[in-house]
């Protein structure tokens, strides 16, 4: 699936997110640059890698402004915190959740690789450790990927087009991909699209068998293939996207713009590169472009791909983009990551400052560099899976 420049442009008016950095958007971006304070020990309840493996939890979300008692006792965190993420960005968006004017045209999509772990912990854990006989019916409908996307419809009454996607780490972009297409074609004016991910018991299982040695590193590693730190994490980041005239008609004040996607399969870095390259260059200047990258520093196959591809656009040249590795904060948040991706990039063509300090190649490192006083005048994002799925973006500032 790809696209180009279209009639209709698509903006980014609106963000909701929680991570180990905060609770809310505001949160987040205040939030200290230390790169471990936010980690805390692998739990002592799970199989451990090491004594010094970490995870990236959130804090207890504060629900109660969007749910009652009686459904914060029925949900799990996955559905609890997708909501929260979801009301989050409506009130960023100054979409208001009781104007039934809106209803009709606000949809949903969630990008997601591992949703239906802690559902199927609660769901099934009770029997399988002997402490009932019976499950429980009720907990069933957790271990349906859609449960989030469909609880977050029902609590602010969206009635557009929602759905679920997993397509593995690019999941959540993909979905922002998607929602941004459906503008584009006409069959809505308004969405919200983003990634979701939980910790639970299943899940470090899921991490310790995939991520291995990764787990037990002292520092992410980017470029070069020496392994680094993977940190599991959890969170959701929630965009919200509108036909750029009808933002502005209400009045809104949009952050980006979705200018290019495109949603693709490369196997190896070559090929990838060649993606890279074809969308790199049909952007106006070289320079002045802010480049987010899906890397969680553990320096995986796929991380290794992206590096060498993303090497070759400004091997030439004597300029290298600041490249914002977010992950090597928040932790490996798979879905939520690559729309975190989104997320920040429109904050910084805003003219904001970004999550955490850009970093620039210096041979086989990256090291810390300062934006200059103007900004990027364009954004470009790349975001890969284990399994040679890729996600491609460009955004513009939306005062263009």
């Known amino acids: 699936m790809s696209s180009q420049m279209r009639p209709i442009e698509v903006a980014i008016t609106g963000i909701g997110a929680l991570c180990n950095l905060g609770n809310d958007w505001q949160q987040i971006v205040a939030s200290p640059a230390e790169d471990s304070k936010n980690f ?8 451990r890698p090491s004594e010094k ?11 109660e402004k969007y749910l009652p008692q009686r459904q914060l006792r029925a949900l799990d965190r996955f559905l609890i915190m997708s909501v929260c993420a979801v009301g989050q960005a409506l009130e960023f968006a100054k979409l208001d959740p009781s104007d039934t004017s809106k209803k009709e045209e606000l949809g949903l999509i969630f990008g997601t690789s591992r949703p239906e772990f802690g559902g199927f912990q609660r769901f099934a854990s009770p029997v399988l450790e002997k402490q009932l006989q019976k499950i429980n019916p009720g907990h069933f409908p957790l271990l349906a990927r859609n449960a989030a996307a469909g609880q977050a419809a029902i609590t602010f009454g969206l009635k557009g087009y929602s759905n679920t996607l997993a397509v593995n780490h690019v999941s959540g972009i993909h979905a922002i991909m998607r929602a941004a297409d459906l503008i584009r074609l006409g069959r809505c004016r308004s969405m919200l699209a983003g990634g979701v991910e939980c910790l639970s018991r299943l899940s470090l299982g899921h ?7 990764h787990l037990d590193q002292t520092d992410p590693r980017f470029l070069g293939n020496q392994p680094g730190l993977v940190v599991p994490a959890e969170g959701v980041c929630v965009v919200v996207l509108e036909e750029l005239n009808h933002a502005l008609e209400r009045g809104a004040q949009p952050l980006a713009l979705i200018k290019e996607q495109e949603f693709g399969r490369s196997l190896d870095s070559g090929s990838y590169a060649k993606c890279c390259q074809q969308v790199w260059s049909r952007q106006e200047t070289n320079r002045c472009a802010w480049v987010s990258i899906s890397a969680s520093g553990g320096n995986m196959p796929h991380d290794q791909i992206e590096s060498e591809a993303l090497a070759t656009l400004w091997n030439g040249p004597d300029y290298a983009p600041p490249i914002s590795a977010l992950k090597a904060w928040t932790g490996e948040t798979e879905a939520a990551g ?4 989104v997320a920040e990039s429109a904050w910084v063509l805003a003219g904001h400052s970004p999550l955490r300090p850009p970093l620039r190649p210096q041979g086989s490192r990256l090291k810390e560099a300062s934006l ?3 900004g990027p005048s364009w954004s470009f994002l790349s975001s890969r899976d284990p399994f040679g799925n890729h996600a491609l973006m460009t955004l513009a500032p939306a005062s263009n």
């Not at 493996?53 to 629900?63: E, V």
């Not at 991490?207 to 040695?213: A, G, V």
């Not at 690559?338 to 991706?341: E, L, N, V």
């Open 207 to 213: 991490s310790l068998s995939y991520y291995k040695n």
């Open 53 to 63: 493996a970490w995870i990236a939890p959130i804090a207890a979300p504060s629900a």
């Open 372 to 374: 200059q006083q103007s």
């Open 338 to 341: 690559s729309a975190f991706q």
């Open 40 to 47: 805390v020990p692998w739990p002592e309840s799970s199989e």
